[in-house]
């Protein structure tokens, strides 16, 4: 299979979200690099640092539509920075095993106490513990950024047993699987990417998920839902435009937990949900944000 490249030129404030809005926009693995051979210096423990000057790059199938890739991150950059993207490059790979030469790279994670997240070439590193089977490159998140990371040791330092909840903006299921494995009733999943919705089907069949557990929409597709637990692992932009509609999914006194934000983003974010949530502090990992809100009573 033939593979392309999409080399984007950004700086240290922006190359992570650029990360993920590559994900969103299907590529199969991202990578930074220096655009200017420049040092890092030991950097402060827990921080990580990137240079001044950084190319983002997004791995796509060779029949991906780079084009349409481009046009999505560019309006998402722009929704969010207020500025234009300087310059986007492509470049055609040979056809090589790249997705062999990734696996390397992956390795179980653990999410808290007792969530992991486990390729499914390596056995779980403790087979009690509550185990996901996802592997890197089925659709965006598997677990690595910061953003997904926060919702998943959210979920499991909160009880979710029996809960209903809405997975919204699902990308490969990864909130939700873990809801479930984590005692949740019933998860609703929804996305605007069909890829996004196979994906997250095969996952849930990967970990053996019932099919009546999990229900998955277009979001113009949703049945009209009430929930306990809403998820929305996204951008801000679209948080912020969406917050009527994932508001009017939570049940008085239920929970929602946001994320995809940046830090300067965290207070418009709060304030905006907070007509329908008490908000509680955020949380913060590698510059972004989780919030979390418990819906009024009254």
């Known amino acids: 299979m033939a593979w392309v490249q999409l080399h984007i030129q950004s700086d240290s404030e922006h190359a992570e979200l650029l990360e993920q809005m590559l994900l969103e926009a299907g590529a199969e693995a991202v990578s930074m690099e220096d655009s200017e051979d420049t040092p890092l210096y030991e950097p402060e423990r827990g921080s990580t640092p990137l240079w001044d000057s950084t190319t983002v790059t997004g791995l796509f199938q060779g029949d ?50 007792r969530l992991w997240i486990c390729p499914s070439w390596q056995d779980p590193p403790e087979p009690d513990a509550v ?9 965006f998140g598997s677990g690595t950024h910061p953003t997904t990371r926060l919702c998943l040791e959210w979920l499991d330092a909160n009880p979710v047993r029996d809960l209903e909840v809405v997975d919204y903006g699902c990308g490969s299921g990864i909130l939700g699987l ?10 609703v999943g929804t996305d605007n990417d069909p890829q996004a919705l196979d ?57 929602i937990v946001l994320s995809g934000i940046l830090s300067s983003q965290a207070d418009s974010i709060s304030d905006r949900y907070a007509h329908w949530f008490h908000m509680q502090s955020p949380t913060e990992q590698e510059g972004w944000i989780c919030l979390t809100g418990t819906r009024h009573t009254d």
């Open 178 to 187: 873990a809801a479930l494995k984590l005692g949740a009733r019933h998860v």
């Open 64 to 113: 991906a539509d780079l084009a349409g890739v481009q046009a999505q991150v560019a309006e998402a950059y722009h929704s969010v920075t207020q500025t234009h993207l300087e310059s986007m490059e492509t470049e055609l790979l040979e056809d090589r095993e790249w997705e062999r030469a990734w696996m390397d790279d992956f390795r179980p994670e653990r999410f808290g106490n």
């Open 131 to 139: 185990n996901i089977t996802l592997d890197p490159g089925l659709a």
């Open 199 to 255: 994906a997250s089907r095969d996952n849930a069949r990967r970990n053996g998920i019932p099919d009546d557990a999990l229900a998955l929409y277009a979001p113009e597709d949703q049945p009209d839902t009430r929930c306990d637990l809403m998820l929305a692992n996204i951008l801000a932009q679209p948080l912020l435009s969406l917050a009527p509609t994932l508001a009017g999914q939570v049940r008085p006194g239920g929970r």
